[in-house]
Each structure stands twice: as C-alpha cells, then as structure tokens.
C-alpha cells in the first residue's frame, strides 16, 4: 500500500475532535486510508443493505453496538445516525470515537453541517499525489504518461490499462451517484456534458456557452455542474479579488480533480497522443494547479487558491494566499525553459508591491533552477523540495 500524506492529519484530528470524516471521489482510497490508521476500529459499511436497514430504522441501537466507536463507511447513506451521533458522543466525550468516509460531498457534509458542525475534524481525500508516488519510490512515468494515466489509486496497485478503467469509472458515477443527486433524464446529454467540460478544461467558465452547445438550458447546466462537484468530479477555481487598480475577471475557471480522467474524456487514446494534442498545455495547467490543491486537502486545510486576471488579459494562473500575503505561480509545460516565461511574473510582482511573495514557476522540464531571482521549478519537484 503506498502511504498516504493525510494519514498524520487524521491522527492528529481524532486527538481533537470525537468524530473525524474522510470525504472525496469514489476511488479515491478513503476506506484504505480510514482502515489502515485505525486498525483497531471495526469497519461497518452503510452500502450494506441489511446493515443500511439497521442503522435506518434504530440509530440507536446501532451506535450502541460500537461502544468504543467504529468506522462507518458512506455513512451519508443514513442521514438519520447524525443526530444520534451527535448525542452520543456529547455523552461519551472521547476523542476520536468515530470515523465517517463518504464520497458523496453533498450528503456527508450537510449531515456534518446540520448535526454535527464543532465536532467533526474534516479531511478531503484526492487521488495520489505526486509527492506521494515519489515518497513511495513509485518509478514515475514521463509526463504525458503521467497526465494521461492521472493518479487514482486503481491504476498503481492494479494491471489496469486506464482507459478501461475510466470508462468504467465514467459508467458507475453516471448511472449512480448523478441519479443519487439530481434527475437526468437523457443520460447521453450528460455524457456530451462531461466531454464538453473537459474540452473547456482551465478556460473561463462560460455557462451560456455550454447550455447552447449541448442543448439544454442555462439552469441545466448548473444543475449538473453542482453535481461534478459534489462528487469530486470537476472544481472551479476562484479569481482572486485583489485589483492594484485594474479591473478584474470576476468569472471562475473550470478544472477536474485528475487530469487522466479529464484526458479520457476527451478521447485521448495514450500518451503519445496527449503529448501532440491541443489540450496538453491546459492538463499540465490542471495538473500544477490539483497538485497544490492536494497538498492542502492532505493536511486538512480548506483551498487558498485563486488566479489573477485583468481584463487586458494580463494572468497568473495560480496565486495562493498565505497570511494576507501572495504568492503567484507561473505555469508552462514547455520542456524547455524560457526567459520569457517569467515575463507575466515580473510585470505582477510590479502590481502587486509589497503583498507579493516569493514567485515560483512550474514547467514541463526536467531541471529546477533559479532565474533572476525566481525560483524555476521541474515538474518533478513541484512543492520545492
């Protein structure tokens, strides 16, 4: 089992809080991960129909049966055990009693949100990261290899070619979570929904466009975009609000959590063909921007990431916020470094005076270096390390 970087955060929650809830896309790892740091715990899972039944028509009675506590898996399937969890574990004042998993963002969160809110320390689990892989001394395929295979689990531990996967994958999450959240009648334009958002994968998230283009209405498409991100599917990615006196994009971009499934989606057959396909700079933009976002999901923190974009077109793909201060990231997936490329860097370290952080850049290359002053980071080491 390759070792999961949020396995240190959930020890330290469950020091702190009585519940702890692991949430995130199917596949993801999250029972691997609940089990393996409390092997003491027992496992119960609501996809059980019988044990569904138990735990629907006497809660009571069901948390009863785990004195000590236990891991309840999709534990969003019985919305009524919250409540019941609630007065337990303010009766029982132990930390780190229970531990929730659900993949369905919706349903655990607002069960979290309603029943249980100060009681509950929240980690969001995504796909392998990279750091992850290296740490686990996983021999890391060239990039495109690695954009095309993307990160989830199934495809490390399995002899699995992706695209069967995915397309699998792809089925399951159709035919079940999307009924599960809203009603989809025509299920193939939902299909040509899914491919349309990996087309428009780190654009400007245009929904009139989007509704003319698959027939639908503009309602529609909200509809189903709440829905990818409810299930860990797709996530927009905010502009930062911060102008030094230009006017500002006030839309958000769109980007999937795995760059392999976006990949599968549009038709991508292997990585030889990723490597000359016009989308290749946009999943290495996804790629940077997930890696950054996994890193704060892994330490239980909430997303600080924004971009920038005035309406000249001026733009730095990712600016992360720490402590009132920014920090702006270049993105290129040119193999070959440019001086060029830390033209945009330079021109918002300028606007931004004395708010800017240190600026990195992240590119398609093999060597990290530092260029007048800016640190020029490889793909390979794209936290710095």
Known sequence: MIPRTATLTLQSLAKGFPIVAITGPRQSGKTTLARSTFPDKPYVSLEDLD????????????IARFADGAIVDEAQRCPALFSYLQTHVDTQKHMGQFVLTGSQQFGLLSGITQSLAGRVGLVQLLPFSVQELQAAQVALPNLDALLWRGQYPALYDRALAPTQWFSNYVTTYVERDVRQIVEVQNLSLFQRFLKMCAARCGQLLNMTSMANDCGVSYKTIGAWLSVLEAGYVAFLLQPHHQNFGKRLVKTPKLYFYDTGLAAYLLGIADADHLAIHAARGAL????????????????????????????????????????????????????????????????WARYAGDAALPPRLVYGGEDSMVRSGIAVLSWRHIQGD
Do not use: C, M
């Not at 044990?51 to 069901?62: I, L, Q």
């Not at 997303?303 to 993105?331: A, C, H, M």
């Open 284 to 347: 290495f933009e996804n790629w940077v921007i997930g890696e950054h976002l996994k890193q704060r999901f892994n330490q239980g923190l909430p997303s600080n990431l924004y971009f920038w974009r005035n309406n000249t077109g001026e733009e730095v793909d990712l600016v992360l916020e720490e402590g009132g201060k920014l920090q702006p990231v270049e993105i290129k997936s040119g193999q070959t470094f440019h001086t060029n490329f830390l033209d945009g860097l330079n021109k």
């Open 51 to 62: 044990t569904r039944a138990f735990a629907n028509e006497d809660p009571r009675g069901f």
